[in-house]
């Protein structure tokens, strides 16, 4: 039974899916913790197709309720990746200033793998003095250097691999929000509802 097996989600994933799966059974007549952990038990359901449109829009309207009361923590995440995006510009600048003078190579490439090693992992979440001065240093003793910066929404999550007899890292920390929470279950769930209807049979 679908109720058996251990779901891969974390457990506020799992209170969505249990909340949301309350309405989706009463209206469509569907377990949504069992059609996402075993979809092939629905296989042969009549009109599942049109359930499944029905079950997103479901899911949909419930995160629009929950993210639209979060309306407070969604202006203080803004000013906070205002914040982080403006250290990433700083950074990326002077790093690709000072690289340049060197002639060190500042690549952003299109992934990256540090094999065995574990490089040393610096956080910051501002740009300063000491930051300037840890910037020199880290470019002085590198090989290369590559911006593996991510982004969220509009803003930029900087991250910086310095690569030289050893590899360190500089990385703007990532902001903590109830609102990336909240969104990060709704695409996990959105994920796998695609995941769930790819299982079943073609002709539905």
């Not at 209170?15 to 059974?25: A, C, D, H, L, T």
């Not at 002639?103 to 952003?108: C, E, L, V």
């Not at 690569?163 to 609102?179: D, E, F, I, N």
């Given at each position: 039974?679908?109720?058996?097996?251990?779901?891969?989600?974390?457990?506020?994933?799992?209170?969505?899916?249990?909340?949301?799966?309350?309405?989706?059974?009463k209206?469509y007549?569907?377990?949504?913790?069992?059609?996402?952990?075993?979809?092939?038990?629905?296989?042969?359901?009549?009109?599942?197709?049109?359930?499944?449109?029905?079950?997103?829009a479901?899911?949909?309207?419930?995160?629009?309720?929950?993210?639209?009361?979060?309306?407070?923590?969604?202006?203080?995440?803004?000013?906070?990746?205002?914040?982080?995006?403006?250290?990433?510009?700083?950074?990326?600048?002077?790093?690709?200033?000072?690289?340049?003078?060197?002639?060190?190579?500042?690549?952003?490439?299109?992934?990256?793998?540090?094999?065995?090693?574990?490089?040393?992992?610096?956080?910051?979440?501002?740009?300063?003095?000491?930051?300037?001065?840890?910037?020199?240093?880290?470019?002085?003793?590198?090989?290369y250097?590559?911006?593996?910066?991510?982004?969220?929404?509009?803003?930029?999550?900087?991250?910086?691999?310095?690569?030289?007899?050893?590899?360190?890292?500089?990385?703007?920390?990532?902001?903590?929000?109830?609102?990336?929470?909240?969104?990060?279950?709704?695409?996990?769930?959105?994920?796998?509802?695609?995941?769930?209807?790819?299982?079943?049979?073609?002709?539905?």
């Amino acid at each position: 039974m679908a109720d058996d097996v251990k779901p891969g989600w974390d457990d506020q994933t799992d209170m969505f899916i249990r909340e949301i799966g309350v309405s989706v059974s009463k209206k469509y007549g569907v377990d949504l913790r069992k059609f996402l952990l075993s979809p092939q038990e629905y296989g042969d359901t009549a009109g599942m197709e049109e359930k499944i449109k029905n079950i997103r829009a479901e899911a949909d309207r419930y995160f629009e309720d929950i993210l639209a009361s979060l309306s407070k923590e969604e202006e203080s995440l803004v000013a906070d990746l205002e914040k982080l995006d403006s250290v990433y510009t700083q950074v990326n600048q002077t790093v690709n200033s000072r690289a340049g003078i060197g002639r060190i190579p500042f690549i952003k490439p299109a992934d990256m793998s540090f094999g065995d090693s574990s490089p040393e992992i610096v956080y910051i979440d501002q740009y300063n003095s000491q930051v300037d001065a840890l910037l020199t240093k880290l470019i002085n003793i590198s090989n290369y250097i590559c911006d593996i910066s991510s982004t969220y929404r509009k803003y930029t999550i900087g991250t910086w691999v310095f690569s030289g007899s050893r590899s360190y890292v500089l990385a703007v920390s990532a902001p903590t929000s109830a609102v990336i929470s909240v969104e990060n279950s709704r695409d996990r769930i959105d994920l796998m509802l695609d995941q769930a209807a790819l299982a079943l049979p073609k002709a539905l």
